[in-house]
């Protein structure tokens, strides 16, 4: 924000002018949604992956456990120690991004993307959405009848996996939306979150009430487009509204 200095008698009173919130707004919640989009491709996937694997649910439901900020944290201190490790012993060159989270660039935006994706339980509900989905599919008639007619059990489960994984989205989508404020932070990129965090910091409001309604506008049509999602997917969701 920039002020300009209004003289009115011997004192000076300064008069705001201010960018336009909207293109602000705008400007930044792109920049978000390159984040929010690939960590919830990132989950979907990695749920229905790791259903499919002869793996722990508790294991995965622990490590996905873990808040946003703390998984952050650690992987930033993680892949720092890491590299400046592999960097001392001359088996690699000092990396242009290190260290973390002091240069922008792809490798700041993978790691926070992984953070969105996997901490804060999101990829916990959606593998024990895969789970119990998977299980009850394979006895299912269809599915049975499918398998005889010699169609890909793979695709079938994962056609008729989808709307569960839409509503569990669905549900996390707040969630994931208010993830975004931490990485942005933590890996010092620019977007709606960390301009959200600023907004607060310096007390400009009409740009904190436009974030916080641009944010209430993305969870509201994820769940909407979930929602149209699951009852194009799944016919039974149609004839119980109709019922």
């Known amino acids: 924000r920039q002020y300009l200095g209004q003289r009115k008698g011997n004192s000076l009173h300064p008069r705001p002018r201010c960018a336009d919130v909207k293109s602000l707004v705008w400007a930044a919640g792109s920049q978000s949604l390159g984040l929010l989009l690939p960590a919830m491709g990132i989950t979907m996937a990695l749920g229905l992956g790791l259903a499919l694997l002869p793996l722990r649910g508790r294991l995965v439901?622990?490590?996905?456990v873990v808040p946003t900020f703390m998984a952050s944290f650690l992987l930033i201190n993680g892949v720092n120690a890491g590299v400046w490790l592999l960097v001392e012993r001359g088996t690699i060159p000092r990396p242009t991004w290190f260290a973390l989270p002091a240069e922008r660039g792809p490798v700041p935006w993978a790691l926070a993307v992984a953070v969105?994706?996997?901490?804060?339980?999101?990829?916990?509900?959606?593998?024990?959405?895969?789970s119990l989905g998977i299980a009850q599919l394979r006895e299912a008639p269809f599915v049975l009848a499918s398998r005889a007619r010699g169609d890909a059990s793979l695709r079938v489960l994962a056609r008729n996996l989808l709307p569960q994984l839409a509503a569990v989205l669905s549900s996390r989508s707040a969630t994931l939306v208010g993830g975004v404020v931490v990485v942005e932070k933590l890996f010092l990129l620019n977007g709606a979150g960390?301009?959200?965090?600023?907004?607060?910091?310096?007390?400009?409001?009409?740009?904190?009430?436009?974030?916080?309604?641009?944010?209430?506008?993305?969870?509201?049509?994820?769940?909407?487009?979930?929602?149209?999602l699951r009852i194009t997917l799944d016919p039974r969701l149609r004839t119980g509204s109709g019922g």
């Open 116 to 130: 969105l994706a996997v901490a804060s339980g999101t990829l916990g509900e959606v593998h024990s959405a895969c």
């Open 61 to 64: 439901r622990l490590l996905s």
């Open 194 to 228: 960390a301009t959200f965090w600023n907004a607060c910091l310096y007390r400009d409001y009409p740009l904190v009430v436009g974030l916080s309604l641009a944010a209430a506008a993305t969870v509201a049509t994820l769940r909407l487009l979930t929602d149209l």
